[in-house]
């Protein structure tokens, strides 16, 4: 079986260590400590440069909720106009009404919008009331895939929901287990979800280095940087993963 392993990148140089290291898909962003928001021209121009895998930049034009004022919903209609601009294969949104459900309105417009480029429906997915009917309008909204924990803080926690939706799905879309998933425990979510894709982080912290800090500040300037050793470990465990029929 042939498994997909899509990574964070936050910076140019973690674009190149998830092609170096073989990942097949780059979930591009900016601003870890939000969770991910919307990187910028000259990073996705860059990274579009220099890698050949699959670029998805995120969309999402701040931090917190999945609400989005109509300032925020132009905004992001501009950055999905970028991205196709740039030569990107898909983008990555999510949005949701006051009321817990998938904003099938505005988000129909932005799918559209993105063609031909891919659209993967965001842990917004996480948020919702009702993952059940949430999910047919994903799949209504012609989504190629839902990045998702299973409504848990990790995918680990959420595998039984995973499985759940990708039954309900029946490959209509990809249902792609995400949040906390590293080399310790890809096997056991691969096994209990029956995903074939995978989203990971695999983050790690690269030292500064400058060699002057002021020690008045009382910060390290550590970067997020993607862990190149445990994108490899992923890949190899996904390889060697033989699911029982």
Same mark, same amino acid.
């Given at each position: 079986m042939d498994f997909v392993l899509e990574v964070i990148a936050f *910076?140019?140089?973690?674009?190149r260590i998830a092609q170096r290291t073989g990942a097949h898909r780059i979930e591009l962003c900016?601003?870890?400590?939000?969770?991910? *928001? *919307?990187?910028?021209?000259? =990073?996705?121009?860059?990274?579009?440069?220099?890698?050949?895998?699959?670029?998805?930049?995120?969309?999402?034009?701040? #931090?917190?909720?999945? =609400?989005?004022?109509?300032?925020?919903?132009?905004?992001?209609?501009?950055?999905?106009?970028?991205?196709?601009?740039?030569?990107?294969?898909?983008?990555?949104? #999510?949005?949701l009404t006051t009321e817990g459900e998938v904003?099938?309105?505005?988000?129909?417009?932005?799918?559209? =919008?993105?063609?031909?480029?891919?659209? *993967?429906?965001?842990?917004?997915?996480?948020?919702?009331?009702?993952?059940?009917?949430?999910?047919?309008?994903?799949?209504?909204?012609?989504?190629e895939r839902i990045l998702t924990s299973g409504r848990k803080p990790t995918a680990l926690e959420g595998a039984f929901l995973l499985k759940q939706l990708a039954e309900q799905a029946n490959d209509r879309i990809i249902i792609m287990p995400g949040s906390g998933l590293r080399s310790d425990n890809i096997l056991e979510i691969a096994k209990q979800t029956g995903a074939t894709e995978f989203h990971s982080s695999a983050r790690a912290e690269k030292p500064s280095a400058m060699q002057y800090l002021n020690p008045d500040m009382q910060e390290t300037l550590n970067e997020t940087i993607l862990n190149e050793a445990e994108v490899l470990k992923i890949l190899q465990l996904l390889k060697e993963y033989q699911p029982l029929s």
């Open positions: *910076t140019h140089e973690s674009a900016d601003n870890p400590g939000e969770g991910g *928001t *919307t990187p910028g021209y000259g =990073l996705i121009k860059k990274v579009r440069e220099d890698v050949s895998i699959q670029v998805y930049p995120i969309v999402r034009p701040r #931090g917190g909720d999945f =609400l989005y004022s109509p300032a925020e919903y132009e905004i992001m209609k501009r950055d999905i106009e970028m991205a196709r601009q740039l030569l990107c294969d898909g983008v990555v949104i #999510g949005m904003d099938k309105e505005r988000m129909k417009w932005l799918v559209e =919008l993105a063609y031909p480029m891919g659209v *993967t429906f965001h842990r917004a997915f996480d948020r919702v009331k009702d993952p059940y009917q949430s999910l047919e309008d994903i799949i209504e909204l012609g989504c």
